[in-house]
């Protein structure tokens, strides 16, 4: 009887998670504030003023004013919260992605998603039940990123050391802290020296000699413009080069 039941509770279960992974994901549509004018609804032929919400796959495809479209009663959630964008929108029929044009930028940017009501109130409640775990779940990815972000720059470093055997102690260190500050995010975090190429490393030494090794930051504010300067030292530094990888 009770291996029965066992075998029952799993067939449930495993009915329970066959209808969750064929669960149709809610579909997203766009919601642009328009940046062009002269566009009108299909549905009502009306006009949708600049900078109104206008419901198309994108501005040069047809599409609908806000009336027409299925999101009249639907609520604005603002984006930063990861989990409530998610969450919500899984427990929305529709989702709405709502667009305004940055022209700074010249490209579109999310002001946030419509909705329906009881959609965030559910996601609400499943980010209150589980906020502490996804806290600790965080600080402990925040953890592992520092380790690895550690762990980078001392294998940069090894690499610095192995490409100029000559360069004073703990230069090494010092312009491997530095370039990775600045080129983490493009180079990877892998960790792994074989990936860190000769050019790449020549650059991060390279400029380190022009700050430490000659009068380079001096020259500023003499009139002389940049590309000057950076001609002059060009000498000096590919002397402490020389000296420090042969
Ligand atoms: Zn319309």
Redesign the pocket.
């Known amino acids: 009887m009770i291996s029965l039941n066992i075998e029952y509770k799993r067939e449930k279960k495993y009915i329970r998670n066959f209808y969750k992974t064929i669960q149709v994901a809610t579909a997203s549509q766009n919601i642009y504030l328009t940046k062009r004018e002269k566009l009108t ?1 299909k ?4 006009k949708v003023p600049l900078g109104k919400a206008f419901v198309a796959e994108s501005e040069k495809h047809k599409g ?2 806000f ?2 479209s299925p999101f009249v009663g639907y609520i604005m959630l603002p984006p930063g919260d990861a989990a409530m964008t998610r969450r919500s929108k899984k427990h929305s029929t529709l989702c709405g992605v709502v667009l305004f044009w940055n022209q700074r930028r010249k490209r579109y940017e999310r002001k946030g998603q419509l909705v329906e009501e009881i959609a965030i109130e559910k996601a609400r409640l499943e980010c209150d039940s589980d906020k502490e775990s996804r806290a600790l779940k965080n600080k402990k990815a925040a953890v592992i990123r520092a380790a690895h972000d550690k762990a980078y720059v001392i294998i940069f470093a090894e690499a610095i050391r192995q490409r100029y055997p000559n360069c004073p102690t703990n230069r090494e260190n010092e312009i491997a802290a530095h370039a990775c500050e600045k080129h983490s995010g493009r180079v990877g975090r892998t960790a792994n020296a074989k990936q860190f190429d000769g050019k790449m490393i020549d650059l991060a030494v390279e400029a380190h000699i022009r700050h430490t090794e000659t009068d380079y930051d001096d020259q500023f504010g003499k009139g002389k413009n940049k590309k000057t300067i950076r001609t002059e030292v060009r000498f000096d530094i590919n002397k402490v080069l020389r000296k420090w990888r042969d």
Request: aromatic share 0%; charged share 10%.
């Open positions: 609804c549905t009502c032929g009306k609908t004013c009336t027409c």
